[in-house]
């Protein structure tokens, strides 16, 4: 699988090394939330995550932009 994305914030200028994974996820009443696994995390999450699929997340963190 490739972590590659057309969008430009997702990448580093200097090279084409994926800069983060951005993800949208849903709550349990439905609303939408954008996500981003920073780079680095990248490493310890991207061979658990296939595009496509549905998961079930427990204990994360979430922290303002």
Not at 4 to 10: A, G, K, Q, V, Y
Not at 19 to 33: F, P, R, T, V
Request: charged share 30%.
């Amino acid at each position: 699988m490739s972590w590659e994305n057309e969008d430009d914030s997702s990448t580093d200028s200097d090279d084409d090394e994926v800069a983060n994974i951005c993800l949208m996820a849903n709550d349990e009443k439905g609303c939408k939330i954008h996500c981003v696994v920073r780079k680095d995390f990248i490493p310890h999450y991207e061979h658990l995550l296939k595009e496509g699929q549905i998961y079930s997340l427990r204990r994360f963190t979430a922290v303002p932009n």
